[in-house]
């Protein structure tokens, strides 16, 4: 995911009252972390875990989460909805003598009200805990005249629901949850029409969301995205667990406006011929399984979800072909990664410090033998952070980060030590590339993907080991399709930010180049495809600027400059109107700095003097 950064501002929404049913006497989330994180300290409980706010039907609650075993290890009730009021906990407070426990304090809330999730907590009666999604539905299914985001809610609690019923989803193994065999064609009839039958009342929640209202926002995009992406979600469970005709009943025409189906197009089309693109989140998959399935838009391409490669029958379904693209040359057998089997696998970083290849660290893994006791369970482990890839091209080496990595990363690895990099290997430049592997410096950037290379590590702004210039002017310039560009939602401004980013990198390449009329060219058509009237001109755009002063044409850069410091003093913000959390006054000091550092290096005088007036 080239990082992209998407902060926006949360609206409390307050639920109207229900008939039976009354949430509006609850606190939001924003109040209850801020409550919890002035009063106690963060040294609660062993390290090791995890501070958890759980929205329940008798309050909220305050729980700890052992990062190993995913359990609870702690549970009180912090606010009552039957007094109403906040309760005492049987915590440490934290001591306002101690700076550094209030630091720390303030480091632990910042971090709770960044969370993207923290929007769900306020549109769902329930939330955060395994069960919320049945508590929901029982309790507002035979409601009349909900108001739109507690439908929303109910929407998300039904797709929850029904993804209970095939598979352990979010710790909450239902009783109610079918016994299935491995393999495809698991379902039964019954069970198939009992899963389908929650995943339509969730899309028919979803639709009444939009007939409500039909500007409705969600953390994916629009409501139509959101709605688009459930029938998808539907079809690629129906393809994981059933088979692939099963799964084509739920494709239907006009799913997904013309922005995202061009977003998908523009992402296959920047991979190579039978290429393995893996990406993270639910629009930089649904949709390009979409118009693969539904139109034969570069069926080659075999697209990998990593989230969903945590789980065994996901991978095993892509054992064999789909549509037209190659297996995922994966060497561990079903019975090696079953359920449970290596979702963890810890790092032993003292016991060897000699880099170790990939099919030795893939087979020693393999090795029921080789564990690692810590507390009262046993992980597979590697006794090496060094990790390496010799191909017959070259080789990449890198150390791995943190002291465990999960499944997803073993699979990853597998079929990087199986093709050594004779097929084509992509990760979406939209997601998050910081992982255990740490291979940022073998990634080349080539639109809205990173291709992996053999390249030789170097320190880069954008954390790219180098760009393939040629092929990322061929994508910008010629061949991607910016249809649907000038309607975009603002929960789309991600993406649009993606693409502005693509265009900097690019510019900056052909800069450092000396190709100054070639960058010239892209920066125009950037300004032209999204000028600040789309995307407002933000911290990435202090770059085009200064892209502008170092070719020479500053009438251009200054234009730019004019409309930000309007924007920076009249705090417009792409994400401020959005339904969640931006910090939008972190953005504004940085967007400031930024500019001001530039305009004082370009002996722009008047600029900075606007810029610095109060």
Known sequence: MIKTLVTSVIILFS???CGRIDNT???????VVKKFYTIYSPAILPEESEIKFEKRPDGWHITKLDAATFKNIYDELFWSKKSKSFLELKLKKVSENST???QENKSRMKYALRSWDKRNYDFSPYYGYAGWDKDVIDDYEDINGLPDSTLYAL??????YSGNLISINSGHDLPERFDLPDGQNCMTAKQLELYRKYQ?????????VKALNPNFETLVGSIDTKLSNEQMAIFLNLRIYQNEEEAKKELSQGLYNDFIL???KNMLNSCEKNAILFTYGDTDTYPLLYIQSQYGIRPDVLVVNLSLLQTDRYINSLRNKILSADPL??????AQIKVEKRELILINKNADDKPWELSKMISFIADDDNTYSTGTANYPYIPTDQLQLTTPNGTISWKAKGSYFLKNDLIICDVLANTKLNRPIYYSATGLTGNFLNINNYLQQEGLVNRLVLANQKESDYEFADVNTKNLYNNLMNIYDWKGLNTITPNEHAICSAYRVSFQILIYDLIAKNQKDSAKKVLNKCMELIPDNLLHYDIYTTSLIQAYYQIGDFKKGNEISKVLIYNIKHNIDNYKNRTYDSNNEDWQEEITERLNYILKQYNQEELLKDLQKN
């Open 25 to 31: 006497v609850y606190p939001g989330y924003e109040e």
């Open 200 to 208: 339509y009342l969730a899309l028919e929640n979803y639709k009444k």
């Open 262 to 264: 061009s977003f998908a």
């Open 155 to 160: 929407a998300r609690a039904y797709s929850s």
């Open 329 to 334: 040359p994966v060497s561990y057998s079903p």
């Open 15 to 17: 639920l109207a009252s």
């Open 100 to 102: 550094e426990e209030n």
